[in-house]
């Protein structure tokens, strides 16, 4: 199952769900926070690593937002 990422519409919070492709396209899922049922999906990218000669790893990408310039309202910091 998927792991997605959601922003709560009544407290502003974030919060992350394991969670099948229906339930999630379903609608709104309870906010753990406030409890409140107005939360909308992210736009979330992955992690993407990267080895290196000496055979350790770094992430090279990753986060919760995809955009790359600011004004999108996403909250993340650019």
Known sequence: M???E???GT???R???LMSFDAARDGAVECPT???HESRRLISTFAALSRSADG???TV???GCACSAGGCGCGCAH
């Open 2 to 4: 998927p792991l997605y």
């Open 6 to 8: 959601f922003a709560c």
């Open 11 to 13: 407290c502003d919070s």
């Open 15 to 17: 919060f992350e769900r």
């Open 34 to 36: 406030c409890g409140g």
């Open 56 to 58: 350790s790893t770094q």
């Open 61 to 63: 990408a990753g986060g």
